[in-house]
């Protein structure tokens, strides 16, 4: 069975997280109090900024997170626990604090996104759940985030569910709505979420028929006459008059799945205009990206269906995030700020606070600011830095303003204000460096 909203989610992990798990059990250190960090080292190539997604999706997941009595089974039999681990296990339930980024807020490298503090044993078991989460979800709306951009005010509808997983395309399809999409095709992410569907007839439609009217008519009569109707099965040209012939100056519009699009999208405009069809719009598909929506800016299209590169991150299908324990209770009780020091993995210690600092309504630089938990809460931050961190979950309890349909809206309403802020150069396609540094502080 594959694993939707709130399926259970306790084995959705690696292997070493249990074996950490019993192994900590065993030697006392379990129950000691932890802070975990996600964040990415880097933005995939020549990205400007990412977009923060699956947060909300996220929590009903956590919330989803304890063994039944199969998983436990499986556990035993496997012998990947010990029986101790195994009766912890029964009564697993996360009870610790999570903060981070709001979704739709860009993020730059090194922004903490998220934080999760609890005992050890609770935060480990989570590692893998959060970033094949946040890890495939930033990485499908920041590629919607530069589509829609390019598409200036053109809707883009996210079309991916036959080129990834199934839930794989139902999470890329809310993921595309933080983006700044419209709808989906994939009925059941619209029905998960509550999102416009969109789709009418493939090419297939057209060849059942015996001629190209038949298949425009049985459409019609179905639809009505507001349809959008397939037209590059055969002749473009030819397609555009039966349907007008058929569905009169009422078509509700045509799409185009292949070919030169900007000079086909011109041709079928002036035919649609001159043939009485003014407000029958054009819709363009096949293999949309980025960089094909704005070489079609200057075209006369409405609208944009794109599959493939969307559900795949445009070439970046994971923001390579990272879950990084930064702070520890130590042996007096007292928390204690812990880090790697690897070489080209090296992380920054301490639990951390991130702003976004402004100058005239515009982003300078992203602040993010280590230490204890006292130099933490006595911060006071200079005057125009925005605080990028909220409460998703507090003592096991997920905030509900950050799950649902609306926190969904908001979400891509935020995506746009907060693109906003940047420079214009984060608009640009062209690869370069992060639109804004990631400044850090430590506060000793």
């Known amino acids: 069975m594959c694993p939707g909203a709130g399926a259970p989610t306790a084995l959705l992990t690696d292997m070493y997280e249990y074996t950490m798990l019993d192994a900590a059990l065993q030697d006392g250190t379990a129950d000691r109090r932890c802070v975990f960090e996600v964040y990415t080292r880097h933005l995939p190539l020549g990205r400007r900024y990412g977009v923060a997604a699956g947060a909300g999706r996220l929590m009903e997941s956590i919330d989803a997170f304890h063994p039944s009595e199969d998983d436990l089974r499986f556990l035993s039999d496997r012998h990947i626990v010990s029986p101790p681990t195994l009766r912890w296990l029964?009564?697993?339930?996360?009870?610790?604090?999570?903060?981070?980024y709001r979704e739709g807020e860009t993020f730059f490298p090194d922004s903490p996104i998220l934080q999760v503090e609890g005992t050890f044993a609770q935060c480990t078991l989570l590692e893998t759940l959060i970033l094949s989460t946040l890890n495939?979800?930033?990485a499908v709306a920041s590629a919607a985030s530069r589509m829609v951009s390019v598409a200036e005010g053109r809707p883009c509808m996210d079309m991916g569910a036959r080129r990834a997983n199934e839930w794989a395309a139902v999470s890329a399809a809310r993921s595309a709505i933080v983006g700044g999409f419209q709808g989906t095709s994939n009925l059941q992410a619209a029905k998960l979420y509550d999102l416009p569907a969109i789709?009418?007839?493939?090419?297939?439609?057209?060849?059942?028929?015996?001629?190209?009217?038949?298949?425009?008519?049985?459409?019609?009569?179905?639809l009505g006459k507001g349809t959008t109707l397939l037209t590059d099965t055969y002749s473009v040209r030819e397609a555009v008059q039966t349907a007008v012939e058929l569905a009169g100056p009422d078509l509700g519009g045509v799409r185009l799945d292949s070919g030169d699009l900007a000079s086909l999208a011109q041709q079928v405009r002036a035919l649609l205009d001159s043939l009485g069809a003014r407000k029958a719009t054009i819709t363009v598909t096949n293999d949309l990206d980025e960089y094909a929506i704005a070489a079609l800016k200057t075209a006369p299209v409405?609208?944009?269906?794109?599959?493939t590169q969307l559900v795949t991150g445009s070439g970046a299908p994971t923001c390579a995030m990272v879950y990084k324990l930064v702070e520890r209770e130590g042996a007096d009780g007292s928390m204690v700020p812990v880090a790697k020091r690897s070489v080209g993995k090296a992380s920054m210690p301490g639990r951390k606070l991130a702003f976004?600092?402004?100058?005239?309504?515009?982003?300078?630089?992203?602040?993010?600011?280590?230490g204890g938990e006292?130099?933490?809460?006595?911060?006071?931050?200079?005057?125009?830095?925005?605080?990028?961190?909220?409460?998703y979950m507090e003592d096991g309890e997920t905030n509900p303003d950050f799950v649902g349909r609306e926190a969904l809206l908001r979400a891509r309403d935020r995506r746009a204000a907060s693109l906003a802020e940047l420079p214009i150069a984060a608009m640009s396609l062209m690869k370069d460096e992060p639109v804004i540094p990631t400044l850090t502080q430590s506060l000793g």
Do not use: M
């Not at 789709?199 to 179905?222: M, P, V, W, Y």
């Not at 309504?361 to 992203?366: D, H, K, L, N």
């Not at 006292?374 to 409460?391: I, K, M, S, V, Y």
């Open 199 to 222: 789709g009418t007839a493939a090419h297939c439609f057209t060849l059942l028929h015996d001629s190209e009217r038949d298949a425009f008519a049985s459409q019609i009569q179905a």
């Open 356 to 370: 976004r600092a402004l100058e005239d309504g515009r982003a300078v630089s992203e602040q993010v600011v280590a």
């Open 374 to 391: 006292e130099a933490l809460d006595a911060f006071q931050p200079p005057e125009g830095w925005r605080n990028l961190l909220d409460t």
């Open 90 to 100: 029964e009564d697993y339930r996360f009870s610790g604090s999570i903060r981070g």
């Open 302 to 307: 409405d609208s944009y269906g794109v599959g």
């Open 136 to 138: 495939y979800d930033s």
